[in-house]
Every structure is written in structure tokens, then in C-alpha cells.
């Protein structure tokens, strides 16, 4: 592999010198050439040889291809992967010159976007998915001469609120969360997001904060208590889910946002009257025992509420307490809930706007009625559900770049790393004008970031997209697959397990973060385990079928002896108490001792993690964990915690080339090309086989090329079966962990591996690991894929990373100081 | 107003009149979905045990409701839902084919939504309604549980009688209906050029995204206006509004006005698929107008089979699948009725009782959806065939093909053993 790297190396030393001479390129800017006879050219000289009139290989042919239209936009689109990521040509044939490369490249975006403009354009190039497209070691290495970078910066656009931003934004509204307390820094507190529920979905909860007691059990509550689904849609569950280009909002959503609205406004004025009969407000739950008599379990009327008011009391509520509809109330109103549902005051003109509404409902259906009806149309304003970077007002500098000001710049350093509106300080500094530089954004980022009482929700949600951890309680299992894992498969326990578990994974990289000390490496190689009970099984180690069966033995052989001595005791009370009667024996309580298992022995001091509000009775999630060791040589890090393992399996079984792709591409810096649709993408169904053994079927020559930079990668993780308990064998043989990272870009961490702790190791000593982390960190935060004119960004962030000693503070500094972050250009 | 409802696009009010020139067959479809589970008992004819006729069968009491409709009646047992892990209720897996529970979010549409995609448009695609606790419908009148348009995008079903008056017939309405109709049209209106001047000076990537939320108001707005230009025609069908919708003595007048209001929206063509989530997907739900006093989760720990209270709430649902089937053949359509182009599909959202694996799930359909579907018959199946299946066999009814609904080939070998339309079920 080294030797192959080497090789490599040379024939990119020898291509950057081969550049067209006098010939340049800046990334971004259109390719003045006629692309048609460049392509064909191209083609000519670099495909088809191979790809011919005859006996083409892949069965694919290109000599008679011809310019980029709409019936062969789907070979052109696989040519543009093809030769961007460097698969063609094939490594031992002529290299066209990176420039060469590049200008073929672009030329196809442009046309396939051209062509495709009106049936449903071309996006490939965007999709975070394939932001490894480009090349890697032109953005972290020397630039080979003609390639000219123009300074970055990103389009101006406008940019929907996730389901989570717009639940949490909704949230504020209504619930009042606790303030952060130093001593229990983990618990969920105000800026948290809304954490999903018991079921992993997520919802907006109604008076919780005030519901003293309840009638029945855990579903009967559920039933009970008034709640509302997120309206928003999100379509993405892997990856970065959030560029602004991915969503809009549609009209069932837009209808649902008014009806959400009418709750929440009436909520806002009432609290829980608007639920709740007026009896049920008391702090003395006896004192109604007359009105909560027989079954009213899953209803309303079954709930009490205590009296202290707990709700955020807003002008909403003073202008439906106060006598009639005096406009100081009602503009206060507006525009308090204005800024509470956009994050910045309406301008005059929004204001009136928004009154004229309210006055003409209220003219119509009265105050009450009215007043709720009007001050709902804000909730559909565009900036309470889009945050617009449109730099209307700036002035552009010689590269046509304009830089945000004032509340879009506040709102996008805001948004960087919180869900709900800006602090007073950062408020503060948008209005007096301390929001238009770029140390005017350094000093409120450092200000933030210091500040742990300021919760940062968005950092641990780029954490979540990077790692994907938290689909675990998503994958739906077979029962029975499920059982074999050694693991409870009754009822929902499984994946509420699942959910404990993304909420312990968070609070761990919470921990690690709070040391902000090589944080990615910290991430890769912790010991650390965040853990509630359930994960002494989950943390476990799955017997062998010899190791359960002496378990079993050895269970009964202790049972056996118990009753000897039992017996023997009988015998000597009854000869010491001729006569008498024996006393009952104590009934035994019945131990459930899970064979298939040894359990982890997970210790150490208590803390806790962030998670829902009570939305399952006493089933809901419990914050309590405690901060324990992994059990030595069987765990490495969050790629070896059940709840990353499981997010990537499947219903039977572990998921070795989802796991392989995602070293691959997250770590590696590597791009997958897209499955060719010819491909039937199915393992055999072999119960008696292992997962390794079926996997033999992407070792065909076609499925290789791009099987082995995922298969050798994901399966050392099969030293964990598919509900993520550590392994030693597989169908009663020892199990297969070996692997192998291939040419991935960093020569010196190619080769074969013995598990995928040994893996691990590699990983996280590599210096291009590294960089590919800060690229994730950059589209996430950017909200882009990468061009090569951010190379000096991605550079500086790197550069600030490695010396702050791997800080995510000084990483994240850097890039929402940068020109990346900072201007924006207008088409 | 409007939950529940996903907005077509922009038709002609002919589309509305389900008209007999159309070249399109105007089929339509209903899910009725109870609670507590459907138990075999209450519904197979005493002794038969085999797919049989119906004909020379009695109906058993809870069904006998349904007896002179026997010849448009299919009882299907022997399908089952074990992927969907109901036990209390499978939620969105009942009608998504997919694990559902409480709390759990939708995994991928769901079977109704499907269907209204791919039926003739109406000017509104799919209407949810759901009957609950009047507490319940009172201070929840929309509640997703049941249907979806996707992952994680639930479909809200209506509940107020009042809220879905107004959104269907507010054009047509008097006195108060009106009065907020007009007020929230107003609104609507205002909120639609408001969303408009803000698009205007966007980025050209941009005014596409942003335009389908513009276009989302005048979608909105576009029904209600077209909804007023056909209201002579609306006239006809509208339930007359009384005091069930605003004083309501038990919850059952406000489930009795929610179905006709469903009824209406099918008779006037306003929408072809609707979904009555009887219960609301939950396992609690009353039914004190029947003179059951007990409510809620007890309902479901008893055994169905001779049960007084059971044989009241199914006898109640039988009504009303058969007032829904009065009503459909009451209006002519092509050469025969509506009724002939329709299929109505009862079942329960929790396969065949509260505390379930889902080994069984039975299912009454009735019509035959243009003479695609058996009808006056029994169909004993072997278990081994999925819910989806069914959902599969209605999809090509309605002209998509479907090897499997919401189930890929790996679930599909554990949990199907056929492929596509189950046969058995098919003219």
C-alpha cells in the first residue's frame, strides 16, 4: 500500500507539473472553453480507449456519447463521479493534469445544471454526501501553479428552521425550563433543545411543568396531557441534515403552524385553563377527590395542575387580561411575539402590518377569538420559519462579496450555536451596531463559548449529524434476531434503551468537550461511558453457547446445592422441634439471571443527561447516569457504543457496510460513488452463514472497486453483534474482527488490522482524519459543501485546531471568523 | 383549520362534481379504524371456519348492522401485523405497515395517503377525522396518530365538527361559521401577501424553495375560492348544522356530525379518501351516548366476544359504515352509484384485541372498487401473509403496481410469503 501511495505521489508531483502551460483556473468561475469540444477531447484522450465502440468495458460506452443533454444526463452523471473523485481513468493509465480534471468537472456541473434546470436541476455537487468530492489534497496541500483561489464566501440565501430549532423556538412560548445549575451541569436546562420523548418523537408539551398528579399509568398520561407533534419536515435521517437549500415549507405544514399557533397563543394567555377545567388548578389534589372519581384515565379532566404559574407571562398575556383592546397592548403584543417567533423586533413596517391583522380579526370575531386568530398569522411570517443571510443593505467589495451586518450577522453567530434568541449582550451589541466586524463576531463567539450556562444545543446536533449515534431506537428490529443479541427483546425496551443511550452519547461528548482538550481524538479513543443501568447488558459481553450453558450449569448446580442446605436446615429445626410444624418457608423472590450475557460492571460517580420532559408517566426517560470505564479491550471510543453499532445495523443483523462508508467517508475523507441502478443490492439469505461469509457476493470484480474502501473497514466491528454487546464468536465459532484500511490517503495508517479497536488506534493518529473532521465541521456550520476557494479557511481552521492542542472552541473561532462565514454574494 | 387536510393542486371546479364524463374513474376509498382491537369473533359467522360464501350465513350480532349488505361485504381473517408490534396500538404502523407505538414517530407513509396520491385528484386529496372523549376532542381537536405523508410528517385528523364545518363549507355557512370563516379567510389572505412581498427580492435559488410556501397560501386560499364558486353545488351535500356541533350532550352527536361531515366531503367529491380513526389510534376512547358508562383502557382488557359494551360500539360503527353506504348510493355516478367505486376498508388500528402480537388481523371490506374486489364473502388466510399485502392488493385495485408496501425484500422474506396483490382477495 505504501508503495502504491508512493507511486501515487510521484504521479501527482509529475501532473501538477505537466499543467497547461500559461493556462489558469480559479474553482467557481465558469470554464471560458467550449465545453463540448473540450469534453469530447477529454473524452477522446482519457476514455475511450477502454470505453470504446467495442467490447467497451462495464459494458459502457462513450465514444458517441455527445454534449450533456437530458437523455444522457445520467451517463454524464456518472462520469462527473467517476472522474472527480479520480476512479478514471484507472491508476495505471495517463492521468489528464489536475487542472485538466478540474475544468471537465466543473464543465459537467454547469452543463448537467444547465440541462436540468427545469426537471429538478442537478445537485450532486451540493450534497454534503459527496462534499469529499473534492479533492483533499489540494485544499489541506500545495497548489500546483495556474489554479488561482478567489477569496470565499457563501451564497446569500435564506435558511429553514430544523423540526428541532422550530419545536424549541415554539417551546419558549409556552414552557418555562429551569435555569443551569453549576452542580448538575448535565441536566436538561433553558437553551437546551427539546429533546425527543420516550418514543423518540419529538414533541411540544403542554403545562407539564405544572402536572402534580395524574390518573393511571404510564400511557394513560401520554393520553392525557396535551401534546403536538413537530410540523416541520425533515427528510434526511444520515449526515449532515441541514443545508438551507434542502427544504421548504409546504401547505399542509403551513396549515398545521396556524392551528399550532391558535394553541400555543391561548396557552400563552390562559395556561393550563385552556386545557383544564378551573377545578383541576389546586395544590391540594384530595380537595377534588369528588371530581376525580371512577375511570377517567387518558382523559384531560384526569390531570391536576398546581397553582403557581410557571409559564413565560408575555404581553400576549397582559392584552388578554386587560379590559378591552387599547393599541399599546396590542403593538406590544405584536411585536413582543414578533421577536419572540423571528429573534429581532419588527421593523414599523412589519409591526403595522401585524396590527392591521389583529384589529380587523378582532373587529370580526371579538377579542378573544380575534386577537388569537390575528397575532397567529406571525407565526407563518417567512423569518419565523426561514433565517434570511440576504445582505440586502451592504455595500460589495471588489469580489462582489458583501459582508452580514447587524441582525443577520447576530442571528447567524446566534444560530451557530443556539436554538433560542439572543442573549441580552449579543441583542445589545446588534442594536448599538457592534455587530458589522469581524472582531465584533470574535469577541461575542469567544463571550459565548466561554459561558457554559449559555447552552449550545447546535454543537452537539453537528456531533449527532457527524456521528449519526442517534438512530438507534429508529432501526426496528426482528424479535427474534433481537433476542439472540442477549438483550431484552420485550415490549419497547429495546429502544428505550436506545434512546438512554443517544442521551448518554450526547452528555459523554458534552464531557468531552467541556476539556476541549484533542477533542476528536478524545471522541475516538475515550473510555468513557456515560451509562444508566440497562447498559451494564448493553456494555456487556454476548456468550458463547458453551459459556451459557455452564451458566446455566452452574445456576443449577447452586439451586441444587441451596436446596440441599434448605433441606438439611428443615432436618435439623424438625429434630430440634420434635412436633411442631415447621415455619413456611419465605417465599423467594424469583431471579432473572440472563444467561446469554456477562454483564459489564459499569461504576462511578452520578450524573446526568439531558432528556425529555415527562411524557410517559412514570415510563418517561430519567435523567440519572453515572460516569463509568468501558470494560478494557472490548470498547474504544463512541464508534464502539451501542448506541452509534446499532444506529448502523439493520433489523437482522450489523450493518458492516454502512459502518465501512462511514469510516470511510467521515473519517477518511473518502467519496462512495452513487450504486449503479443495474446493481441488485441484496446478500444472500443465509441464516447458517455469517454476515462475513455472505458479504463475499461484493468481491465480484463490479461490486470490489467500490466494496473494498467500505467492506475491510466495517467489518472489524463485528467483534459487537447487531444491539452492539461485544463478541468473541459467531455461530459458535470465533469470530472473524480482521480488516483493512486501503488506500486511504494517509500512507502510513494503510493496512491489515485485527479488530477494529486496532483500527481505531490507527484512525485517530492521523493527521488527515483530522482535516476530514474539520471539513464536516465546515459544511456544517457553512451550511455548503467545500470549494477549493475555501482552502485557506479550511487551512486556518486546522491550523487553529492543532494549536489550541484539538480545541473545538478555537476550531469553531476560526470558522465563524472566517470569509466563509462572514460574506456573502449575491447571484 | 386545514389540518388534516393536504392541499391538491389547482382544479377546475368540475373536478369537484364527480362527474360521469371524466375519463377517469373516480374511485374513492375509507378506512374506518377502531381501537381496542377487532376481535375474529364479533364478525366470522358462528361455525365457519373456511373461505366460504356469505350468502345463506347470519352475520353475528355486534356486525348484524351490515346483514342486508352481506352481498357487498368481505371478512378477511388471517392477515397479520407481528412486524408492527401493536400491543396497545400500533399507531402510524396500522395503516404504514411498519412498527408503530406510542410516541413513536412515523416511519413512512402511510397506506391512505398513498392512495389519495395516486386516486383521481379532488380539491382536497385526504380528510382524517377522529372520535375520542368530548374532553379529548374539545382540548386536542387535532391529533396525529394514525396517517402520514412521510417520515416523521405525521397527518393530523379533525376532531371539532365546528373547525372542519368551517374548512369544508365555511363558504356556504351562517351566523357564527361564517363570521370566522371570513375572519380567517381574511387572514389567510393578508398572510399570503405578506409571504409574497418578502420573496420577492430573493436569490433565484431561493424564489423557487420559497416560492412553494407562497404557493402553499394560495393553494389554501385557491380551495376556499373554489370551494365558494361551487357552493350551489356544496349546498346539496352539506349536513345541516344544529346543536350537536355546538352543545354536544354526549360525544357520540359530535362523532354522528364528524361523519356526516365525512360522508359530505365524499358525496360532493370535495375529497375521495377519507380515514376515521374511531378512538384516535389510542387505547383509550367513550362512547357514554350509547349508555356505556365505562370510557377508555378498561374497554380494551375486556373480552370482546358477547360482550354487551363491545357489541354496542361495533354495532355503532356498523351503523355508520352503513349510512356511509346509503349515502354513496344515493348518488349516481357513471352508470351505477359512487358506492360501486368505492372501497371501504374497517378494521382496527390494533389488530385483533388490547394485548396483541398481531398474529391476526382482521379485516372487513366492503364494495368492490369498481369490481376489482370479491365481495359477499369469507376469507380465511394462513397467517403468513402481512397487513401490507393488503395495502398492496388495494394500490393495484387502484392501478400501482406493488410488490410490497413499506416493506423491503430483506422484512418481506421474514414477514411475507407471497409477492404483491393477495389473490384471494381479487375478482
Known amino acids: 500500500m505504501i508503495k502504491v501511495g508512493v507511486i501515487l505521489g510521484i504521479a501527482l508531483l509529475c501532473s501538477f507539473l505537466s499543467v497547461a502551460r500559461g493556462e489558469s483556473y480559479t474553482p467557481g468561475q465558469k470554464v471560458l472553453k467550449d465545453f463540448d469540444s473540450f469534453a469530447q477531447s477529454f473524452l477522446a484522450n482519457h476514455c475511450v480507449d477502454c470505453h470504446g465502440e467495442s467490447e467497451p468495458e462495464g459494458n459502457l460506452s462513450l465514444h458517441d456519447l455527445g454534449p450533456v443533454d437530458e437523455v444522457n444526463a445520467a451517463i454524464w452523471r456518472s462520469v462527473w463521479a467517476q472522474v472527480t473523485l479520480k476512479e478514471m481513468p484507472p ?67 435564506i435558511w429553514r428552521l430544523t423540526p428541532q430549532e422550530h419545536i424549541t423556538r415554539l417551546n419558549e412560548l409556552i414552557n418555562t425550563e429551569p435555569e443551569y445549575d453549576p452542580e448538575k451541569p448535565g441536566l436538561r436546562t433553558h437553551g437546551d433543545v427539546v429533546p425527543t420523548n420516550h418514543g423518540g418523537e419529538l414533541k411540544l408539551y403542554f403545562g407539564t411543568d405544572r402536572i402534580i398528579k395524574w390518573q393511571g399509568g404510564t400511557v394513560a398520561y401520554a393520553t392525557a396531557v396535551k401534546s403536538l407533534p413537530a410540523v416541520l419536515s425533515s427528510a434526511r435521517a444520515h449526515g449532515l441534515e441541514n ?65 403557581k404559574i410557571v409559564r413565560p407571562l408575555t404581553p400576549v398575556y397582559d392584552l388578554m387580561q386587560a379590559e378591552g383592546v387599547g393599541d399599546h397592548l396590542l403593538r406590544a403584543a405584536v411585536d413582543d411575539l414578533f421577536e419572540a417567533l423571528t429573534f429581532r423586533p419588527p421593523t414599523n413596517q412589519e409591526s403595522d402590518d401585524y396590527l392591521v391583522i389583529v384589529k380587523q380579526s378582532i373587529e370580526k370575531l371579538g377579542k378573544e377569538e380575534g386577537a388569537t386568530l390575528g397575532l397567529s398569522a406571525i407565526f407563518l411570517d417567512r423569518d419565523a420559519l426561514f433565517r434570511p443571510e440576504l445582505v440586502e443593505t451592504g455595500q460589495p467589495d471588489s469580489f462582489g462579496r458583501i459582508m452580514l451586518q447587524d441582525w443577520e450577522l447576530g442571528l447567524a453567530i446566534n444560530h451557530a450555536l443556539r436554538y433560542i434568541k439572543p442573549d441580552e449582550e449579543l441583542r445589545a451589541a446588534i442594536i448599538e451596531g457592534r455587530m458589522r466586524t469581524r472582531d465584533d463576531v470574535k469577541r461575542e463567539v469567544v463571550r459565548m463559548l466561554a459561558d457554559d450556562s449559555i447552552r449550545k444545543p447546535r454543537i452537539l446536533r453537528f456531533f449527532r449529524d457527524y456521528f449519526d449515534y442517534d438512530l438507534g431506537g429508529y432501526i426496528c428490529k426482528d424479535s427474534k434476531a433481537l433476542s439472540e443479541t442477549g438483550v431484552s427483546n420485550r415490549g419497547q425496551s429495546h429502544y428505550n434503551a436506545m434512546f438512554d443511550a443517544t442521551a448518554s452519547t450526547d452528555r459523554l461528548i458534552e464531557l468531552i468537550l467541556r476539556d476541549d482538550k484533542d477533542v476528536l481524538r478524545q471522541l475516538l479513543t475515550t473510555d468513557k461511558v456515560v451509562a444508566t443501568k440497562d447498559d451494564n447488558v448493553y456494555f456487556g459481553k454476548r456468550r458463547s453457547k458453551a459459556e451459557t450453558a455452564a451458566s446455566v450449569a452452574a445456576a443449577k448446580k447452586a439451586a441444587e446445592e441451596m436446596a440441599l442446605i434448605e433441606a438439611a436446615e428443615l432436618e435439623a429445626w424438625l429434630k430440634a422441634n420434635p412436633g411442631k410444624e415447621p415455619p413456611k418457608p419465605q417465599k423467594k423472590k424469583q431471579e432473572t439471571v440472563n444467561h446469554n450475557i456477562t454483564e459489564a460492571d459499569l461504576s462511578g460517580p452520578d450524573i446526568y443527561a439531558r432528556v425529555s420532559r415527562r411524557s410517559f408517566g412514570n415510563g418517561s426517560m430519567k435523567p440519572e ?37 462511514w469510516i470511510r467517508e467521515r473519517l477518511l475523507g473518502g467519496g462512495i460513488p452513487d450504486v449503479p441502478i443495474t446493481v441488485d443490492a441484496m446478500l444472500p439469505d443465509e441464516p447458517q452463514n455469517t454476515l462475513r461469509e455472505r458479504m463475499r457476493v461484493t468481491k465480484e470484480t463490479y461490486c470490489w472497486t467500490c466494496h473494498q474502501k467500505m467492506d475491510p473497514l466495517g467489518l472489524p466491528f463485528e467483534m459487537f453483534n447487531h444491539a452492539g454487546l461485544y463478541r468473541e464468536t459467531e455461530l459458535d465459532k470465533p469470530v472473524d474482527t480482521t480488516g483493512e484500511i486501503i488506500d486511504s490517503g494517509d500512507p502510513a495508517i494503510d493496512g491489515a488490522v485485527a479488530n477494529a479497536i486496532e483500527m481505531i488506534e490507527k484512525l485517530a493518529e492521523s493527521k ?60 | ?68 349488505y352481506k352481498e357487498r361485504l368481505h371478512i378477511i381473517n388471517g392477515l397479520h401485523g407481528l412486524h408492527t408490534s401493536p400491543s396497545h396500538s400500533a399507531f402510524f404502523g ?35 377525522i377522529g372520535m ?84 402553499g397560501f394560495k393553494e389554501v386560499n385557491g380551495l376556499r375560492d373554489r370551494l365558494g364558486t361551487v357552493a350551489d353545488h356544496l349546498r346539496k351535500f352539506a349536513p345541516p348544522v344544529d346543536a350537536r356541533y355546538t352543545n354536544p350532550e354526549f360525544e357520540t352527536d359530535w362523532h354522528d356530525v364528524l361523519l356526516e361531515l365525512g360522508i359530505s366531503s365524499l358525496t360532493s367529491g370535495i375529497t375521495n379518501t377519507l380515514t376515521i380513526g374511531s378512538g384516535r389510534g389510542e387505547i383509550f376512547g367513550a362512547w357514554k351516548g350509547l349508555g356505556i358508562e365505562q370510557q377508555g383502557h378498561n374497554l380494551g382488557h375486556m373480552e370482546q366476544p358477547g360482550n354487551p359494551i363491545w357489541i354496542k360500539i361495533r354495532q355503532y360503527n356498523c351503523r355508520m359504515l352503513v349510512r356511509i353506504m346509503e349515502a354513496l348510493e344515493s348518488v349516481p355516478e357513471g352508470s351505477g352509484t359512487m358506492m360501486d367505486h368505492t372501497l371501504i376498508v374497517y378494521t382496527s388500528n390494533n389488530a385483533d384485541k388490547q394485548h396483541t402480537s398481531g398474529a391476526n388481523w382482521p379485516v372487513m371490506l366492503l364494495g368492490n372498487f369498481d369490481g376489482t374486489f370479491k365481495t359477499g364473502c369469507f376469507t380465511q388466510l394462513d397467517g403468513k401473509r402481512p397487513l401490507n399485502s393488503l395495502y398492496a392488493t388495494i394500490l393495484q385495485a387502484a392501478g400501482v403496481s406493488c410488490d410490497y408496501f413499506n416493506m423491503d425484500e430483506k422484512l418481506a422474506r421474514k414477514f411475507d410469503t407471497g409477492v404483491g396483490p393477495i389473490k384471494e382477495l381479487l375478482v
Open chain 2, 94 to 128: 396500522a395503516l404504514g405497515g411498519y412498527r408503530g407505538s406510542d410516541g413513536v414517530p412515523p416511519s413512512a407513509s402511510t397506506i391512505d395517503y398513498e392512495l389519495s396520491k395516486v386516486l383521481p385528484p379532488t380539491l382536497l386529496p385526504h380528510l382524517c
Open chain 1, 625 to 661: 447516569r453515572i460516569l463509568a470505564t468501558v470494560p478494557e479491550s472490548q470498547r474504544l471510543g463512541i464508534l464502539t457504543h451501542p448506541s452509534w453499532l446499532v444506529s448502523h445495523s439493520d433489523a437482522m443483523d450489523n450493518h458492516a457496510i454502512l459502518r465501512g462508508r
Open chain 1, 91 to 157: 491508476k495505471e493509465m495517463d492521468q489528464p493534469n489536475v487542472i485538466e480534471r478540474l475544468q471537465f468537472s466543473d464543465g459537467i456541473v454547469g452543463e448537467l445544471t444547465h440541462v436540468m434546470s427545469d426537471k429538478g436541476g442537478f445537485h450532486d455537487h451540493l450534497d454534503p454526501n459527496k462534499g469529499n468530492y473534492v479533492d483533499h489534497d489540494l485544499l489541506f496541500g500545495s497548489l500546483p501553479d495556474g489554479i488561482k483561489l478567489i477569496p470565499t464566501s457563501s451564497p446569500a440565501r
Open chain 2, 1 to 68: 383549520m386545514g389540518a388534516g387536510a393536504a392541499f391538491g393542486l389547482p382544479l377546475f371546479p368540475e373536478r369537484l362534481l364527480a362527474s360521469s364524463t371524466s375519463n377517469t374513474t373516480p374511485k374513492r376509498i375509507v378506512f374506518f379504524m377502531q381501537n381496542q382491537g377487532f376481535d375474529p369473533d364479533t364478525c366470522i359467522p358462528e361455525g365457519m371456519k373456511r373461505s366460504s360464501s356469505l350468502a345463506t350465513a347470519k352475520l353475528p350480532e355486534p356486525i348484524s348492522a351490515l346483514e342486508p
Open chain 1, 243 to 307: 443545508y438551507p437549500d434542502f427544504y421548504t415549507v409546504n401547505s399542509a405544514e403551513a396549515t398545521q403552524i396556524l392551528d399550532v399557533a391558535d394553541d400555543i397563543i391561548r396557552y400563552m394567555a390562559y395556561g393550563p385553563l385552556s386545557i383544564a377545567q378551573p377545578y383541576q388548578i389546586t395544590d391540594d389534589p384530595n380537595s377534588i377527590a369528588d371530581k376525580m372519581k371512577g375511570d377517567i384515565r387518558g382523559l384531560p379532566t384526569s390531570l391536576v395542575y398546581s397553582t
Open chain 1, 768 to 827: 488527515r482524519v483530522e482535516q476530514v473532521f474539520i471539513r464536516h465541521a465546515f459544511r456544517f456550520w457553512m451550511g455548503r459543501n467545500e470549494t477549493l476557494n475555501d482552502a485557506p479557511v479550511l487551512q486556518n481552521a486546522y491550523q487553529a485546531y492543532k494549536e489550541s492542542g484539538g480545541s473545538m472552541n478555537a476550531l469553531l473561532t476560526s470558522l465563524l471568523t472566517s470569509d466563509a462565514f462572514l460574506y456573502r454574494t449575491k447571484p
Open chain 2, 132 to 215: 375520542d372523549s368530548i374532553e379529548n376532542m374539545t382540548t386536542k381537536p387535532t391529533i396525529a396518530t394514525l396517517s402520514a405523508s412521510g417520515a416523521g410528517q405525521p397527518i393530523f385528523m379533525h376532531s371539532n365538527p365546528n373547525h372542519l364545518y368551517q374548512m369544508l363549507f365555511g363558504g356556504i355557512s351562517t351566523g357564527d361559521i361564517r363570521r370566522q370563516h371570513e375572519a380567517r379567510s381574511n387572514v389567510l389572505n393578508q398572510i399570503e401577501e405578506l409571504a409574497a412581498s418578502k420573496g420577492r427580492f430573493l436569490p433565484t435559488a431561493d424564489q423557487q424553495r420559497y416560492g412553494q410556501f407562497v404557493e
